[in-house]
């Protein structure tokens, strides 16, 4: 299964809104959020590299040069929707969760390591237990940012999200 033009829309819709509530929550201007460079992919269009069977979303790390004349350069995130993984959990799921709050979890979580890992906030190639805390502190910000959002079923997928229950293994 993989998104079509509907399903797309619907996630461009949720990394618009958690671009916004991020940048509420970071306190950053429009232009500081676009700074941290990012971009969403689909399955159709990840190379073999990029797909996983463990994860709705993951994060790629790219390095770019900058153009001449301008300082050196810096890292590209890409974020890698499973389409397959989350369409099949919006299937088995039913009527509890939908797509639309399920796709704007992911787009926060994913948003939140990209500021990290900008910041410097955390350590992109962070391995074991290191990588585990790294997580659990993306997901309670997730939480925090997703706490007042205009969707009612986030508090079950965040549930699911918790280190309790995973939505991915139900």
């Known amino acids: 299964m993989r998104f079509q033009h ?5 996630a461009s819709r949720a990394f618009s809104l958690a671009e916004s509530l991020i940048g509420k929550r ?16 689909t399955l159709a269009q990840l ?3 990029e797909r996983t069977h463990h994860a709705f979303a993951h994060l790629c790390r790219y390095q770019y040069e900058a153009h001449p004349g301008t300082t050196a350069g810096s890292h590209f995130y890409r974020v890698c929707l499973q389409d397959d993984r989350i369409l099949e959990a919006v299937r088995r799921a039913g009527t509890s969760i ?6 704007l979890y992911i787009a926060t979580h994913e948003l939140v390591h990209v500021i990290r890992f900008d910041r410097a906030g955390a350590d992109f190639n962070a391995c074991g237990e290191e ?12 939480n925090e940012i997703l706490m007042y959002a205009p969707c009612g079923d986030l ?16």
């Open 6 to 10: 509907h399903h797309i829309e619907i």
């Open 26 to 41: 970071f306190r950053l201007r429009w232009e500081e959020l676009r700074r941290h460079h990012y971009d969403v992919k």
């Open 47 to 49: 190379s073999e590299a």
């Open 98 to 103: 939908n797509l639309a709050s399920l796709l």
């Open 131 to 142: 990588r585990d805390r790294e997580e659990e502190r993306v997901h309670a910000i997730t």
């Open 155 to 170: 508090k079950i997928i965040r549930d699911y999200f918790s280190p309790r229950y995973h939505l991915m293994n139900a």
